[in-house]
């Protein structure tokens, strides 16, 4: 298996930009596997399927035709960039993920993202179950009250409506959902790098997660 990073965290904890401008620095490949639950949550929603339909959503998981483009999600084609990342596609997406049929059915899509030259890897499973042999291997974490502000400015920007009290408590509801559940519970991996990110900035959060990758691979500082 090729080099890979994993960073985890909970919603809003800033792992998907951390692991996006890592893959940038290294020249390695980027899998947000967050993005495939909201794409199946979006595609359930969208053909009226249960999202407690295990069946059925593995079914559709295992159909969907998924491409990640020049910073654009297209499913089956159709740019669904935005349409995923709002809150309904987001807690859609924290429901199917519960599901064991529908975790077997997208692991192996994402281990095949491992390829040369490296992968980072960001989700809420990454290191613990989907990449447990992962050289490297990363927490991020924030307040519930951090994380929902940090939404709520995403949705502002993108030009989505946005209520912040809704945004905490769906958030807290998430994570309880998230850490709760019976199957890929969120956790920190064992030997990851714990980072709390509610009063650093990107920048300070980048540079420590740089210090551990650079300690492991020091042929890429």
Do not use: H
């Not at 709390?196 to 551990?212: C, G, K, N, P, Q």
């Amino acid at each position: 298996m090729a080099p890979v990073v994993t960073i985890d965290g909970p919603s809003g904890s800033g792992k998907g930009t951390i692991a996006s401008r890592l893959a940038a620095i290294l020249g390695w490949r980027c899998l947000d596997s967050g993005a495939l639950y909201r794409l199946l949550g979006y595609s359930a929603q969208r053909a009226d399927v249960d999202l407690d339909d295990a069946s059925r959503l593995a079914q559709l998981a295992l159909s969907m035709d998924i491409e990640f483009k020049e910073g654009a999600v297209l499913l089956d084609g159709e740019d669904v960039s935005l349409a995923i990342r709002t809150e309904q596609a987001g807690n859609a997406a924290s429901k199917v993920a519960a599901l064991p049929a529908v975790r077997e059915a997208l692991m192996a899509w994402q281990r095949a993202c491992a390829v040369e030259p490296g992968l980072v890897a960001d989700g809420r499973d990454m290191g613990s179950v989907v990449f447990p042999q992962a050289d490297v291997k990363i927490f991020l974490d924030a307040s519930a009250e951090e994380r929902a502000q940090r939404r709520y400015k995403q949705l502002i920007e993108k030009g989505l409506s946005a209520n912040l009290p809704s945004l905490i408590a769906e958030i807290r509801e998430r994570d309880d959902r998230d850490r709760n559940r019976s199957v890929a519970p969120l956790k920190a991996p064992d030997g990851a790098l714990i980072v709390d990110s509610t009063a650093l900035s990107i920048d300070e959060v980048l540079e420590r997660v740089l210090d551990r990758v650079y300690q492991t691979f020091p042929d890429l500082a």
